[in-house]
C-alpha cells in the first residue's frame, strides 16, 4: 500500500470496489488490466489490489469532452 502525506497507509480497493468506482464490471476491469490499460495495480497472491487514488487519477485521465452535435 502506498502512504499519503500524512504517513498513513491508504487503503486498498478490491477488485469488485475498483470495478464499481469506474462505473463497469469485473470483467472489464480485468480485461483492461490483462490488456495493460487498466489502472495500476499491484497483486496479492492472485488477486489485483488498486490504490484508490490511482484509480481515481485513472479515470480522471478518461474524461472526454462533450462534442458539440
Known amino acids: 500500500m502506498t502512504e499519503t502525506a500524512n504517513h ?20 472489464t476491469l480485468a480485461r483492461l488490466r490483462r490488456a495493460g490499460d487498466g489502472p495500476p495495480h499491484y497483486m496479492v497472491g492472485k488477486r489485483p489490489r488498486y490504490v484508490l487514488h490511482d484509480v481515481a487519477a485513472w479515470r480522471a485521465a478518461r474524461v472526454r469532452a462533450g462534442t458539440e452535435g
Open 8 to 27: 498513513a497507509p491508504e487503503r486498498a480497493l478490491d477488485e469488485g470496489e475498483a470495478a464499481a468506482l469506474l462505473g463497469c464490471c469485473r470483467a
